[in-house]
């Protein structure tokens, strides 16, 4: 359909999945305070990509039964990236190791739910 925002959705999904790789691979204690100053950096990444997205979707034509299913996608995937950036912000404040922990959990959740909005997007772009 829209050439140039599939493969903007279809970069978002693969970052996204790099990210959650990366938080399921953290474990020792200096990787933890990494995280704590990456992490954020990277969801802030993907609040722009998906802005970007949001804003392309804007200016092409799609049917209107594409942007009827998209419209969902698009409220969800905002609101889980608002989500992630508390988590984000949660993260770096974090200073027990429990705490971070549990905010990474609550991350890696957030971001498996954006992931199955975009996946969505990606099907409703792409294919």
Do not use: Y
């Not at 100053?37 to 034509?61: H, Y």
């Not at 409220?75 to 988590?87: A, F, I, K």
């Not at 027990?96 to 990474?104: D, F, G, L, N, Q």
């Amino acid at each position: 359909m829209a050439l140039p925002l599939c493969k903007a959705v279809r970069s978002l999904s693969n970052d996204i999945r790099e990210l959650q790789r990366e938080l399921t691979s953290i474990s020792a204690p200096e990787s933890r305070q990494d995280a704590a100053k990456t992490v954020p950096q990277r969801i802030a990444q993907l609040q722009l990509e998906f802005q970007k997205i949001i804003t392309g979707l804007n200016q092409v034509s799609l049917t209107p039964e594409v942007e009827q299913r998209l419209r969902p996608c698009q409220t969800e995937g905002h609101r889980r990236l608002q989500l992630l950036g508390v988590g984000a912000m949660r993260l770096r404040a974090a200073k027990k190791a429990e705490t971070i922990v549990s905010v990474r959990s609550q991350i890696k959740d957030h971001l498996t739910q954006l992931e199955r909005f975009v996946d969505a997007m990606v099907a409703d772009l792409c294919d």
